[in-house]
């Protein structure tokens, strides 16, 4: 849904008010609510990320974690639920310059009003607190109850003849454990083919699979606030989100270049896209594609394998991301900026110079979001995290 530009500004400058709803749905697939009245103040704690590791590696598939403390009487181990909420925004409205100065007035605001979902997924733990006048809900997504799953028989059961491709098989895996796409798009290297695994390997994790398509495509798969699939690219540049007041932040003295060439010599393609320069290279490291691969390995210097010619040109824009520096960030919560958004603000400190006077210093950061840690309901903050390649 858009988002209205003046619900983004009344967030930033004015006032913000936010109602939770938690839906859970019984056996029979009726949806339940559990209003605000029922959830602690402030209890909400929501784990989402593309990247999360010490090393920047593109796939994903990194599920969605989120506790809760509700009331005693709503017991829902087990239960599928979805978290949203509607936040209304507003902005003070001001007087014309043709009131008298200094007048007692107030003049009201102007509000927005827009609804988010922020969590759907399954509840895995929900206990009674000592008091017993409460419940700890803890829930994940479905990567991370589908995603554990083998899909090894999906896997082989596509090669009863024929060529068997990247795509083929994402779309197999996405009917065979229901899950939906929020949007249908075609990836680079959706036409690539793969082959029959060794005979024995017996287990490839769902996660395992999407995670490796993701990669060799040089995209982020993530579940969002609805549950649907989500594809994000990162590569090239973006006008980045401002935030011109936070709470905190530190970044890295340094720029991160991004990567300017793709190293496929583990997918067994010698050589590197494009031929240079070669400084900030992308491992394209891939079991998926490698195990069991048949192809005419060409020696370096030759052309590439003729389905990696097909699909290069569409990966490697994904790969090619631009300058960023690694941060981390807190700052009120803007339910609009989703991770793989590109974030932008300015470092502030007081520092003497040469004749020990002291003046303002700032540094303006910029990079992408990674992971975040929505925290709060009625005091809703972030905490932003990203990482260097």
Same mark, same amino acid.
């Given at each position: 849904?858009?988002?209205?530009?003046?619900?983004?500004?009344?967030?930033?400058?004015?006032?913000?008010?936010?109602?939770?709803?938690?839906?859970? $749905?019984?056996?029979?697939?009726?949806?339940?609510?559990?209003?605000?009245?029922?959830?602690?103040?402030?209890?909400?704690?929501?784990?989402?990320?593309?990247?999360?590791?010490?090393?920047?590696?593109?796939?994903?598939?990194?599920?969605?974690?989120?506790?809760?403390?509700?009331?005693?009487?709503?017991?829902?181990?087990?239960?599928?639920?979805?978290?949203?909420?509607?936040?209304?925004?507003?902005?003070?409205?001001?007087?014309?310059?043709?009131?008298?100065?200094?007048?007692?007035?107030?003049?009201?605001?102007?509000?927005?009003?827009?609804?988010?979902?922020?969590?759907?997924?399954?509840?895995?733990?929900?206990?009674?607190?000592?008091?017993?006048?409460?419940?700890?809900?803890?829930?994940?997504?479905?990567?991370?109850?589908?995603?554990?799953?083998?899909?090894?028989?999906?896997?082989?059961?596509?090669?009863?003849?024929?060529?068997?491709?990247?795509?083929?098989?994402?779309?197999?895996?996405?009917?065979?454990?229901?899950?939906?796409?929020?949007?249908?798009?075609?990836? @680079?290297?959706?036409?690539?083919?793969?082959?029959?695994?060794?005979?024995?390997?017996?287990?490839?994790?769902?996660?395992?699979?999407?995670?490796?398509?993701?990669? $060799?495509?040089?995209?982020?798969?993530?579940?969002?606030?609805?549950?649907?699939?989500?594809?994000?690219?990162?590569?090239?540049?973006?006008?980045?989100?401002?935030?011109?007041?936070?709470?905190?932040?530190?970044?890295?003295?340094?720029?991160?270049?991004?990567?300017?060439?793709?190293?496929?010599?583990?997918?067994?393609?010698?050589?590197?896209?494009?031929?240079? @320069?070669?400084?900030?290279? %992308?491992?394209? %490291?891939?079991?998926?594609?490698?195990?069991?691969?048949?192809?005419?390995?060409?020696?370096?210097?030759?052309?590439?394998?003729?389905?990696?010619?097909?699909?290069?040109?569409?990966? %490697?824009?994904?790969?090619?991301?631009?300058?960023?520096?690694?941060?981390?960030?807190?700052?009120?919560?803007?339910?609009?900026?989703?991770?793989?958004?590109?974030?932008? $603000?300015?470092?502030?400190?007081?520092?003497?110079?040469?004749?020990?006077?002291?003046?303002?210093?700032?540094?303006?950061?910029?990079?992408?979001?990674?992971?975040?840690?929505?925290?709060?309901?009625?005091?809703?903050?972030?905490?932003?995290?990203?990482?260097?390649?």
């Amino acid at each position: 849904m858009p988002i209205n530009p003046g619900f983004k500004q009344a967030v930033i400058y004015g006032s913000v008010h936010t109602e939770i709803s938690i839906t859970w $749905f019984d056996g029979g697939g009726s949806g339940h609510t559990i209003t605000a009245a029922s959830v602690v103040s402030e209890s909400l704690t929501i784990d989402n990320a593309i990247c999360d590791g010490t090393e920047f590696k593109f796939g994903g598939c990194i599920a969605s974690a989120l506790e809760l403390d509700i009331s005693s009487e709503h017991d829902l181990t087990d239960r599928y639920i979805t978290v949203s909420c509607t936040q209304t925004a507003t902005m003070p409205l001001y007087p014309g310059t043709n009131v008298f100065p200094g007048a007692n007035i107030f003049p009201g605001g102007v509000s927005y009003s827009q609804s988010f979902y922020l969590f759907s997924g399954v509840v895995y733990s929900c206990k009674l607190s000592k008091n017993r006048l409460t419940r700890h809900l803890v829930a994940y997504d479905f990567f991370y109850s589908k995603g554990m799953e083998n899909c090894i028989g999906v896997y082989s059961g596509l090669f009863s003849g024929g060529t068997v491709t990247l795509g083929d098989l994402r779309a197999a895996i996405i009917t065979a454990y229901n899950f939906t796409e929020a949007q249908t798009v075609t990836l @680079p290297a959706d036409s690539f083919p793969i082959h029959q695994l060794p005979d024995d390997i017996t287990e490839l994790t769902v996660n395992d699979a999407l995670r490796m398509i993701g990669e $060799f495509n040089g995209v982020f798969l993530r579940l969002n606030g609805h549950g649907d699939i989500e594809y994000i690219s990162i590569g090239g540049s973006s006008t980045p989100e401002v935030y011109t007041y936070y709470i905190d932040a530190e970044a890295e003295d340094y720029t991160v270049s991004g990567f300017d060439s793709i190293d496929t010599h583990s997918v067994g393609i010698y050589g590197f896209y494009p031929d240079a @320069p070669q400084d900030d290279v %992308y491992d394209l %490291y891939n079991d998926l594609v490698t195990t069991g691969y048949v192809a005419t390995v060409t020696e370096p210097g030759d052309q590439f394998a003729p389905a990696w010619n097909a699909v290069r040109d569409g990966i %490697y824009p994904n790969c090619n991301i631009s300058a960023h520096t690694p941060f981390t960030l807190n700052a009120e919560t803007r339910l609009w900026v989703q991770p793989g958004d590109r974030l932008q $603000f300015d470092l502030i400190w007081y520092a003497p110079n040469g004749q020990g006077v002291v003046s303002k210093r700032t540094r303006t950061v910029t990079g992408i979001m990674l992971s975040r840690r929505i925290k709060g309901i009625q005091a809703m903050t972030d905490e932003i995290r990203s990482l260097e390649n």
